[in-house]
């Protein structure tokens, strides 16, 4: 599948080791790749993952929980399609895992 075409799920939390957790869920909890992290200001930190837009649901739904648990959730968002203009954002946005 080509990259752009695939959903592009995003976790953001308060705190680094929300963020991890959260990851670390998301990749046991469907068929999706991780693409990294970005650490935004003031402690908040987004995870960033593709895939199919179901196997990204459920990852975001399961490091939803994970962050809740251990630290505090800021956002959840699912992009099903993103724009192909969204993928040089991306590239320089995410720190590759």
């Known amino acids: 599948?080509?990259?752009?075409?695939?959903?592009?799920?995003?976790?953001?939390?308060?705190?680094?080791?929300?963020?991890?957790?959260a990851?670390?869920?998301?990749?046991?909890?469907a068929k999706?790749?991780?693409v990294g992290y970005e650490k935004v200001g003031d402690g908040l930190v987004t995870t960033l993952c593709r895939g199919e837009v179901g196997a990204v649901r459920a990852a975001v739904d399961a490091g939803a929980a994970a962050a809740q648990k251990?630290?505090?959730?800021?956002a959840v968002h699912?992009?099903?399609r993103p724009h192909d203009d969204l993928e040089k954002y991306l590239d320089r946005i995410?720190?590759?895992?």
Not at 1 to 21: C, H, P, W
């Open 32 to 34: 999706v790749r991780m």
């Open 23 to 29: 990851s670390d869920a998301m990749a046991k909890s």
């Open 78 to 80: 699912v992009i099903p």
């Open 70 to 74: 251990v630290g505090q959730l800021v």
């Open 1 to 21: 599948m080509s990259e752009s075409k695939e959903a592009l799920g995003l976790v953001e939390t308060k705190g680094f080791t929300g963020m991890v957790e």
């Open 94 to 97: 995410a720190i590759k895992l």
